[in-house]
């Protein structure tokens, strides 16, 4: 696949908004967030605003956005329409959560019940949007049983060091245990990435004209015509292959800046004080952010191919 920019915002800032308020709804359940307005507003505007902006990237990939409110019809059987229902529902019980939080100034009780809604919701859509990928069968790169868990452990991962972000702004006593948490995904997202690699490079599963056809019992299966003849959407959207040399490189690059060199900066955050703290705290994010939209282009790039 030939990665759309609008395709990488969408599923980069939209897991990390997700994320974010999935993590707001537990800790404050668990009693460890203060309902300060201010961090409420902070943090509800940093989520929502990565979330629509996610959404309303993932329109400029339509070939007629003024088209898209139909595909909220299909969710009987499509994976992209229960993605969009999700999301817009998703937004119900998180606006009830921030009202609470912002105008209340509360976060336990009913308010709490409402922040476990909000982040079950932002996980079904995390777990939605992974699938419309998970469940295209035709290409053997996304047909993973490493894609689903990839997605729901990054957007975890790029919510926590967002909260860890702001836990350092506010001189918060969570941030010191959080920081453990941070370091447990950044060791479980290289982990899944890992393992998504191994099965992608093994194509004992790939398909090809013989099983495609049914006839490859029959003796080799060979086409007689390319199955296009000049350029057309599929190729452009579908066509692209990454060089493995390059792929590789890339792979190192979503290692390094994605999952280890942020490792050093979130254990540090939690023992330097104030502005050291938070320095450190905003290169693991920086780190972070870029190891993933290189991780998501990547994941689009070798879409085509049958193995690593």
Same mark, same amino acid.
């Not at 040399?245 to 280890?260: E, N």
């Not at 290169?283 to 920086?286: G, K």
């Given at each position: 696949m030939h990665?759309?920019?609008?395709?990488?915002?969408?599923?980069?800032?939209s897991g990390a908004g997700y994320g974010l308020i999935a993590w707001l709804g537990v800790l404050a359940a668990l009693g460890l967030l203060p309902a300060e307005r201010w961090f409420g507003v902070v943090a509800f505007g940093l989520g929502l605003g990565l979330v629509a902006l996610g959404l309303l990237s993932s329109t400029l990939h339509l070939g007629h956005p003024e088209r898209a409110w139909r595909a909220f019809s299909q969710w009987r059987s499509s994976w992209l329409s229960r993605e969009g229902v999700a999301a817009v529902l998703?937004?119900?019980?998180?606006?009830? @959560?921030?009202? @609470?939080?912002v105008v209340g100034q509360t976060n336990s009780g009913a308010a709490a019940a409402v922040g476990l809604l909000a982040s079950f919701c932002c996980l079904v859509?995390?777990?939605?949007?992974a699938m419309i990928y998970a469940s295209l069968r035709p290409v053997r790169a996304w047909a993973s049983p490493w894609t689903l868990p990839g997605y729901v452990v990054l957007a975890a991962l790029t919510g926590a060091v967002l909260?860890?972000? &702001?836990?350092?702004?506010?001189?918060?006593? &969570?941030a010191v245990p959080f920081a453990w948490i941070v370091l447990l995904l950044l060791a479980l997202g290289a982990g899944v990435k890992l393992l998504y690699w191994r099965d992608i490079a093994d194509d004992s599963g790939a398909s090809t004209a013989g099983t495609a056809t049914g006839l490859g019992a029959l003796g080799e299966v060979r086409l007689l015509e390319a199955p296009h003849s000049e350029s057309n959407y599929l190729l452009r959207e579908m066509g692209f292959k990454v060089a493995r040399?390059?792929?590789?490189?890339?792979?190192?690059?979503?290692?390094?800046?994605?999952?280890?060199a942020p490792a050093l900066p979130v254990a540090l955050g939690g023992l330097l004080p104030g502005a050291l703290g938070i320095a450190a705290a905003l290169?693991?994010?920086?780190l972070v952010g870029l190891g993933?939209?290189?991780e998501r282009w990547l994941f @689009?790039?070798?879409?085509d191919q049958q193995g690593g």
């Open positions: 990665p759309a920019k609008s395709v990488i915002l969408f599923t980069t800032a998703t937004f119900l019980p998180v606006g009830i @959560f921030a009202l @609470f939080w859509t995390v777990v939605c949007t909260v860890n972000l &702001l836990l350092q702004l506010w001189g918060l006593p &969570l040399k390059h792929a590789a490189k890339l792979r190192r690059i979503v290692l390094a800046a994605g999952f280890a290169c693991a994010t920086l993933i939209a290189v @689009f790039a070798e879409a």
